[in-house]
């Protein structure tokens, strides 16, 4: 069956850089567009990045929260998305997910609604 696996999550120190990775499994990698989401404590879930499937030129999209320190990934051959985050900030504090939605063409969106299957989560915690 589907399955998204989430790693990578930590406390780190503000400025510094976690990398995410999404493992996925049990469909066609290439025809899914995948996002990565985040939800704070309190807070509604809020689309961070996307990358469109490998038929719509992986094109990316980025929160403007995140732009400039925000790098989404796909390795079509591990079939895994990563999110590298530099320069991070107390606010990025929060659960990350990755989802996928089978989009085999156009672009993606970071509205969670678009998005039908989740994985579990990862922690990242920015603090000194």
């Known amino acids: 069956q589907l399955q998204l696996v989430e790693s990578g999550g930590g406390l780190v120190q503000p400025g510094g850089s976690l990398r995410l990775s999404c493992a996925t499994s049990?469909?066609?990698?290439?025809?899914?567009?995948i996002g990565w989401f985040r939800q704070a404590p309190g807070k509604e879930r809020e689309g961070v990045s996307c990358?469109?499937?490998?038929?719509?030129?992986?094109?990316?999209n980025y929160a403007d929260s995140v732009k400039g320190r925000i790098t989404i990934s796909r390795d079509n051959a591990k079939k895994t998305v990563y999110l590298q985050m530099d320069s991070l900030k107390p606010e990025d504090t929060a659960v990350y997910y990755c989802?996928?939605?089978?989009?085999?063409?156009?672009?993606?969106?970071?509205?969670?609604?678009?998005?039908?299957?989740w994985g579990q989560g990862t922690q990242v915690t920015v603090s000194s």
């Open positions: 990358i469109s499937s490998t038929s719509s030129s992986e094109t990316t």
């Open positions: 989802a996928v939605v089978n989009l085999v063409f156009g672009p993606c969106a970071l509205s969670r609604n678009n998005y039908l299957y």
């Open positions: 049990g469909f066609n990698f290439y025809t899914y567009a």
